[in-house]
Nanobody, 125 residues
Framework: QVQLVESGGGLVQAGGSLRLSCAAS????????MGWFRQAPGKEREFVAT????????YYADSVKGQFTISRDSAKNTVYLQMNSLKPEDTAVYYC??????????????????WGQGTQVTVSS
């Protein structure tokens, strides 16, 4: 099992920045990539970004490309999501997830095996 704990959410004005953290514990060697998803009220959970522990390759949803940056600190088993130029439409619960997939670019929630509890991000206009 892998346990994931997100932090860093909160209320921010439009144009501001937040950095989310996701600390992984447990059988972390069993996960090969991490991802961030978000879910706004009344909407489906959507992919935001993913990163591989080995090599650090990343992939982003078109909606956040150039605005968000995913990174990892392998020594701390922690993944980050730096969010800049935030807009009201970025308001959502943000979830961290881990996958055991060794290859490919996991972009659907069904490809992830472990999930955090989520952290609320609210962007006011």
């Amino acid at each position: 099992q892998v346990q994931l704990v997100e932090s860093g959410g909160g209320l921010v004005q439009a144009g501001g920045s937040l950095r989310l953290s996701c600390a992984a514990s447990g059988r972390t060697f069993s996960s090969f990539a991490m991802g961030w998803f978000r879910q706004a009220p009344g909407k489906e959970r959507e992919f935001v970004a993913t990163i591989r522990w080995s090599g650090g390759s990343t992939y982003y949803a078109d909606s956040v490309k150039g605005q968000f940056t995913i990174s990892r600190d392998s020594a701390k088993n922690t993944v980050y999501l730096q969010m800049n130029s935030l807009k009201p439409e970025d308001t959502a619960v943000y979830y961290c997830a881990a996958t055991r997939l060794r290859l490919g670019v996991p972009m659907t929630q069904y490809e992830y095996d472990y999930w955090g509890q989520g952290t609320q991000v609210t962007v006011s206009s």
